[in-house]
């Protein structure tokens, strides 16, 4: 089955203990974002990749870190989160090139925390 | 910079009535055009998209949205809502032949009463 998972689903931690949000795709999308959802908010981009070792700043990026050593697997890093972090996370992934490459597919979302 | 807007924070509607969430969007040229949808608990799913040709594009689950360029709009309709259509709607616009970078709007939250 096409679909993109992300791990932890849920998380709860403290002030300063850096975490790390897996996630992977395997339909072979070139094209990975992370972004936070708040209440008024929508949907805000937090960091993107074209490609392999290719990622860029997306709308939010300050407190993240993200990495993208493998074509599947696009993790989001936080050093030392904050309470202003705690959020609704998704990462998503598109196919690369054409028209069709803004078309993305979601996963299931991880809550975050931060006391 | 492109950006998106929808009015309506909450909408309510009868399940069997007619339903329209506006979105309209900035951008300097003719955008990418999506809607998404969010069921309570769930990540988005993709409802409709616009690229280019026909104004009226039909999506899944019974929505259609067009795309109005003299008044900048991309407003999703359905005919005859069911009470499963009760979620959050998202509006997103991207930048044609760019690097993957879409805006999402803020959202409607879809309310169905019987």
């Known amino acids: 089955e096409a679909q993109v998972t992300q791990n932890p689903r849920y998380l709860i931690t403290v002030t300063g203990k850096k975490l790390t949000v897996t996630c992977s795709q395997n339909?072979?999308?070139?094209?990975m974002s992370w972004y936070r959802q708040d209440p008024g908010l929508g949907l805000r981009q937090i960091y993107y990749?074209?490609?392999?070792?290719?990622?860029d700043k997306g709308d939010v990026p300050e407190g993240y870190k993200v990495s993208r050593k493998e074509k599947r697997n696009f993790p989001l890093i936080l050093e030392s989160p904050s309470p202003n972090q705690t959020s609704l996370y998704f990462c998503?992934?598109?196919?690369?090139?054409?028209?069709?490459?803004?078309?993305?597919?979601f996963g299931p979302g991880t809550r975050l925390t931060v006391l | 910079a492109q950006s998106v807007t929808q009015p309506d924070i909450h909408i309510t509607v009868s399940e069997g009535a007619s339903l329209e969430l506006r979105c309209n969007y900035s951008?300097?040229?003719?955008?990418?055009l999506f809607w998404y949808v969010q069921s309570p608990g769930q990540g988005l799913q993709l409802l409709l998209k616009?690229?280019?040709?026909?104004?009226l594009v039909q999506g899944i689950k019974g929505f259609e949205a067009e795309f109005k360029r003299s008044q900048s709009s991309f407003n999703l309709r359905k005919p005859s809502v069911h009470w499963s259509d009760a979620a959050e709607y998202f509006c997103?616009?991207?930048?044609?032949?760019?690097?993957?970078?879409?805006?999402f709007g803020t959202g409607t939250k879809l309310q169905v009463i019987p």
């Open positions: 951008y300097g040229a003719t955008p990418y």
């Open positions: 997103a616009v991207g930048a044609p032949g760019g690097y993957q970078k879409v805006t």
């Open positions: 990749s074209m490609n392999v070792e290719v990622t």
């Open positions: 339909m072979n999308h070139e094209y």
């Open positions: 616009y690229f280019s040709g026909d104004t």
């Open positions: 998503a992934s598109s196919v690369g090139g054409g028209a069709d490459y803004n078309e993305q597919f």
